[in-house]
């Protein structure tokens, strides 16, 4: 029960939230594990399509959990130049389990907009404005996880989640440019893009 506690506290802004999470390698590889199973149905799935979609199919899967360990790349080595190592396993863990807080959101606005607003929940423009409230949400959320997870200043913490988002955003371009040029705008925010 401590981590959705965890969770919960520190998605509303609450510090207390990082004591719920536990510290070591085993605590970051079990916060890992949804994103490695999640990559795992995902490459099964991409055998069952279409010869042609195959490629796209094994990006599409691959594609989460390859941003997720860049990212947890890019905060080991920014933890550890900040002289703040010892506290990246219990950042990490609370990170990895606050990862899956705004897909959580999306699907319940998703679902109170379909109940309140039925023809206004599928439209384009909404599904956008819903998955890029909830990305800015996300960036909030990353920022607010280091900050108090690795005891940094405000502009530390900042500098992390800039570090982290170009990154993984150099990797989306570089897979929109390369075959079979899969574009991570239309999984986020919808086919218009």
């Given at each position: 029960?401590?981590?959705?506690?965890?969770?919960?506290?520190?998605?509303?802004?609450?510090?207390?939230?990082?004591?719920?999470?536990g510290?070591?390698?085993?605590?970051?590889?079990?916060?890992l594990?949804?994103?490695?199973?999640?990559?795992?149905?995902?490459?099964?799935?991409?055998?069952?399509?279409?010869?042609?979609?195959?490629?796209?199919?094994?990006?599409?899967?691959?594609v989460?959990?390859v941003?997720?360990?860049i990212?947890?790349?890019?905060?080991?080595?920014?933890?550890?130049?900040?002289?703040r190592?010892g506290?990246w396993?219990?950042?990490?863990?609370?990170?990895l389990?606050?990862?899956w807080?705004?897909l959580?959101?999306?699907?319940?606005?998703?679902?109170?907009?379909?109940?309140?607003?039925?023809?206004?929940?599928?439209?384009?423009?909404?599904?956008?404005?819903?998955?890029?409230?909830?990305q800015?949400y996300?960036?909030?959320?990353?920022?607010?996880?280091?900050r108090?997870?690795?005891?940094?200043?405000?502009?530390?913490?900042?500098?992390?989640t800039?570090?982290?988002?170009?990154?993984?955003?150099?990797?989306?371009?570089?897979?929109?440019?390369?075959?079979?040029?899969?574009?991570?705008?239309?999984?986020?925010?919808?086919?218009?893009?």
């Open positions: 029960m401590s981590i959705p506690l965890g969770v919960w506290l520190l998605g509303r802004g609450r510090g207390q939230g990082m004591n719920c999470f510290t070591g390698s085993q605590a970051v590889l079990s916060a594990a949804p994103t490695l199973a999640v990559s795992l149905i995902g490459l099964i799935m991409a055998f069952l399509l279409p010869s042609g979609q195959h490629k796209m199919g094994f990006t599409r899967a691959l989460p959990l941003c997720t360990l990212q947890l790349v890019v905060s080991e080595v920014y933890a550890r130049h900040l002289g190592q506290l396993t219990r950042y990490a863990t609370a990170s389990w606050c990862g807080l705004p959580m959101l999306m699907i319940v606005v998703q679902g109170v907009l379909k109940l309140l607003f039925p023809g206004l929940a599928d439209s384009a423009a909404s599904l956008s404005g819903v998955a890029l409230g909830i800015c996300s960036l909030w959320l990353t920022w607010y996880v280091t108090v997870g690795l005891a940094v200043t405000s502009m530390q913490a900042v500098i992390m800039v570090l982290q988002t170009v990154v993984a955003s150099g990797v989306l371009v570089l897979l929109w440019i390369l075959p079979p040029h899969y574009n991570a705008l239309v999984d986020m925010f919808g086919p218009g893009f």
